[in-house]
């Protein structure tokens, strides 16, 4: 149990260091990844005024299965809904995870659809 408990106290810091350096404004939000076993959630977040101007996941878009092709779907589907809101580029916060798997999946395809991450 002491092992679990260490992993997440790692996650927390690396979120918070990584927080320190990235925020988001109007013209260029704040693209945060967020991954659980089973989804895979995107939002592009304006940190200045506090408001979210996109977001997809693999619930929304009724994909069973938190794999790879699901964050591409994501990816895709969140390029997409920014470019509808007029957003062209955007910084990337990973959220404390590796830039590795479902993560990077999810940045190639936006990234494919237009979207400058």
């Known amino acids: 149990m002491a ?27 704040r693209l945060m990844v967020r991954r659980s076993l089973k989804h895979i959630y995107a939002q592009l977040i304006d940190d200045v005024n506090g408001v979210t101007l996109a977001q997809a996941s693999s619930v929304s878009l009724k994909i069973s299965g938190g794999n790879i092709e699901a964050a591409k779907e994501v990816g895709k589907s969140l390029a997409e809904a920014a470019k509808a809101n007029s957003v062209e580029s955007a910084c990337f916060d990973r959220n404390g995870r590796l830039f590795h798997g479902r993560i990077k999946a999810l940045a190639d395809s936006a990234r494919e659809a237009g979207l400058k991450v």
């Open 3 to 29: 092992k679990v408990a260490h992993k997440v106290s790692q996650l927390g810091r690396r979120k918070r260091r990584v927080r320190k350096k990235i925020s988001g404004n109007a013209e260029r939000p």
